[in-house]
């Protein structure tokens, strides 16, 4: 017979395409894992899509195999080149897949060489089968299955480098196990077999089963190819979430980073253990102004020498490690050298085993703040200190009060023992002249008290600014190392001011200059005259100086020094209240107030008042004493005053003039006697009385006797608003001559309504 008729078990066929189509999916899916990996993992991914492809086509062929039959010749294979055509396609796959792999352009020589491998194993298990025949090839089949090799192995090493995705690689597989599987059969087409009856007598006791054998191929080999897609299912959807986290965490940074780079106001330091820059944020470079070249600086850079000194950065390393968190305020240094006031916070960062990684340390500019909280700091200390001087100002006006009353009563007596004494004893009329010379310096310290407490009525006349600062020489006695020195020309213009205003302004400017020189110096107190620069004063000015060799004041404090409050003394040492109102008596009086400084070398102020004219009221104070007349005409004088002594001395300078005087000590006990009296021409009654006050007690006499005249006696200068606070007042302390003009004023209505009649000590 010249060929044997052969045929296939179409279930095996069917078989090996299904393997075909799979071992050439399961390589492709491989192949993807194999370029996203690298070093032994893509090695271990190469040589699995080695094994897939070139395991699978031989699968195939060996199941193609055992479909083929021969009618009446029973088959068996020879083990060795069995195994051999299971390692040459894994191999030349290996080989094509690295060659590839490294070299993209090496993709047609190496599936040539691919494809012949493929061919070679289709003929090397051909060899080894084992049957009763001769096989006889035509070769137009056998180029044709070569060609459908290498065809098949070059679009499965271009498929295997290519990005595919899910669909494309199975429609991928299926063409090329139909690929595969028909140039398994071409080859088996152009195969032809000659029975011997030799080889059939070999093969006579071969005993293994083609059909199960081939079950049993197709089911080890599904498995395996199997395994191997789940491997790459598993090992993408791995990578896929690995990558899906990666996106996430490098979209958390990002995030992270843009969060931290927009914060511009805020200092923002990643620092290693050693305390060295790592990183910063962009607020970090606009606040401490260094660039890149800061990174791998130890942080103390920013701190101040003192701090470096005292080892203050590593403290706060320290302290951070230990507790967690360091927080500190403090000042901090800028690359151009420049300080400001800092929040510093240091937190430590710790990794997974608890051990320190670094440090993250933000710093914010809290300089405003600070300026802010001083700033309410010396408000309050200012309030503190006003309620203080208040408080003391109600006390100097009480003290000052209840001393008036008692000098008022002294001053009393004494003018009308004067009177009562014998002319011939010189010696006894100079005793009592100095006692009435020492009652009115207790008058003029009374009223200085009351200037200070604003409780005196300020009125501005024509004063001797040289005898005014002469008269004040027992209030300018300062410690042994302080010498106060006058310098006043001949002849100098008199000023108009408020006198007792004035007197409290130069002790101010005094006492500033002994506190300026607390190891001893001298004090000047001179005037000039200067011509007016546009001011009000056409007649010019008189500069009343106040200098001291002190340690002065720098341009910065002398800018404020007017303020209300501003002191430099320290808090309990000044009220910051001297010079501003010194500034306001100067800008009152149609002046002003000059300040002359410099460090180390002392301080002047000067005073300029407008000079008098020559029209102007003269100081009551330096004008003589007149004698006192009786009055021309007498009176029915009700006199109420709650103090027994300035009752009694008030009742007997009224007798004196020539008056009928009836006491009463109280608003109830005057109003009584008026009710039982027909005739009081006139009322003199103290402001300040316990039960009912002199306004009130006004009120009620006009409303029974409205002809009467009130005369009002007190030594406060501000009285509650009310109908009557514009009745004629006399001032506390009053002398018989202040007496008789108050009387005569409010009797004969010379003066408008509400006028003072002042009794004015001249200066001792």
């Known amino acids: 017979m010249h060929h044997h008729a052969a045929s296939h078990d179409p279930v095996l066929v069917a078989l090996s395409i299904l393997i075909a189509a799979l071992a050439s999916y399961t390589a492709l899916d491989l192949a993807t894992r194999m370029r996203a990996a690298s070093g032994r993992a893509r090695r271990s991914w190469l040589a699995a899509a080695a094994i897939a492809m070139g395991g699978g086509i031989w699968s195939m062929h060996f199941v193609g195999m055992l479909a083929f039959s021969l009618p009446g010749i029973e088959i068996s294979y020879d083990s060795f080149l069995t195994l051999l055509s299971l390692v040459i396609p894994i191999v030349v796959a290996a080989a094509a897949f690295t060659v590839v792999g490294r070299r993209p352009q090496a993709l047609l020589a190496s599936g040539f060489a691919m494809g012949l491998g493929i061919s070679g194993m289709h003929y090397t298990g051909m060899a080894a089968m084992r049957m009763a025949a001769l096989i006889q090839y035509d070769p137009r089949w056998v180029v044709a299955s070569i060609l459908i ?27 090329m196990g139909l690929a595969i599987s028909g ?21 006579g006791h071969l005993g293994v089963g083609q059909a199960p054998l081939a ?38 940074e990002e995030r992270f980073r ?19 820059v790592g990183n910063w944020n962009l607020g970090a470079r606009r606040l401490m102004g ?79 703040r600070r300026r802010a909280q001083e700033a309410l700091d010396r408000a309050r200390e200012a309030l503190m200190m006003s309620q203080k001087m208040e408080t003391i100002g109600q006390l100097t006006g009480g003290v000052a009060h209840d001393f008036n009353n008692l000098l008022a009563a002294v001053l009393g007596s004494l003018e009308l023992l004067k009177k009562r004494l014998p002319t011939g004893d010189p010696k006894v009329q100079r005793l009592v002249e100095n006692a009435m010379q020492g009652a009115a310096r207790g008058a003029s310290l009374t009223q200085r008290m009351l200037a200070f407490a604003r409780k005196q009525h300020l009125k501005p006349a024509v004063v001797d600014v040289g005898e005014l600062v002469r008269g004040m020489a027992s209030l300018l006695k300062f410690e042994a190392g302080i010498a106060v020195e006058t310098r006043f020309p001949m002849h100098l213009p008199k000023v108009k001011v408020d006198a007792n205003q004035l007197e409290l302004a130069i002790l101010n400017l005094a006492v500033n200059a002994r506190d300026a020189m607390p190891d001893g110096g001298l004090i000047t107190i001179s005037a000039h005259e200067e011509q007016g620069e546009g001011g009000p004063s056409s007649s010019g000015y008189v500069v009343l100086s106040v200098s001291d060799t002190g340690c ?20 309990g040492k000044g009220t910051g209240l001297g010079l501003s109102m010194v500034h306001g008596l ?41 004698p006192v007349a009786r009055a021309s005409r007498q009176l029915s004088v009700l006199v109420v005053d709650d103090d ?42 103290d402001y300040a009385m316990p039960g009912m006050t002199g306004l009130q007690l006004a009120g009620a006499i006009a409303a029974e006797r409205p002809e009467t005249v009130i005369l009002l006696s007190t030594g406060y200068a501000d009285l509650p608003s009310d109908a009557r606070s514009s009745l004629p007042r006399l001032a506390k302390p009053f002398d018989q001559a202040a007496l008789a003009k108050a009387i005569e004023a409010a009797m004969g209505e010379e003066e408008q309504a509400g006028s003072v009649v002042a009794f004015r000590p001249k200066s001792a």
């Open 149 to 175: 090799a290498i065809s098949a192995s070059i679009v499965a090493l271009w498929l295997a480098f290519r990005n595919t995705n899910a669909v494309q690689r199975l429609f991928a597989g299926l063409v």
């Open 183 to 203: 140039m398994h059969y071409a080859a088996m087409q152009g195969a032809m077999f000659v029975p011997t009856s030799t080889m059939a007598r070999q093969a």
């Open 215 to 252: 079950f049993l191929l197709a089911g080890i080999t599904i498995m395996i190819l199997s395994i191997g897609i789940a491997a790459a299912v598993y090992d993408r959807a791995s990578a896929e979430r690995a990558q899906r986290e990666a996106d996430a965490l490098r979209r958390s």
């Open 258 to 276: 843009l969060l931290v780079e927009g914060i511009v106001d805020h200092a923002i330091f990643m620092l290693d253990p050693d305390g060295r």
């Open 290 to 368: 260094y660039g890149d070249d800061i990174v791998g600086t130890s942080y103390a850079i920013f701190h101040t020498e003192e701090d470096c000194a005292a080892e203050a950065p590593a403290r706060a390393l320290v302290e951070a490690e230990r507790e967690g968190k360091s927080a500190i305020e403090g000042w901090r240094v800028r690359k151009d050298g420049s300080r400001f006031w800092a929040e510093a916070t240091i937190v430590a960062i710790r990794n997974e085993s608890g051990a320190i990684a670094g440090f993250a340390k933000i710093v914010r500019d809290v300089s405003e």
């Open 552 to 571: 002065g004041m720098s341009e910065e404090i002398l800018k404020h020094a007017q303020e209300p409050f501003f002191t430099t003394k320290g808090v």
């Open 586 to 626: 100067a800008e009152q009086s149609g002046g002003r107030l000059v300040l002359k400084s410099r460090p180390g070398e002392g301080t002047t102020a000067d005073i300029w008042l407008p000079i008098a004219e020559a029209t102007a009221e003269p100081d009551p104070r330096t004008a003589a004493p007149a």
């Open 644 to 685: 027994l002594l300035v009752l009694e001395n008030t009742a007997a300078m009224l007798e004196d003039l020539g008056h009928i005087v009836v006491e009463a000590r109280s608003g109830d006990e005057a109003l009584a006697l008026l009710r039982r009296t027909r005739t009081v021409d006139l009322v003199v009654t």
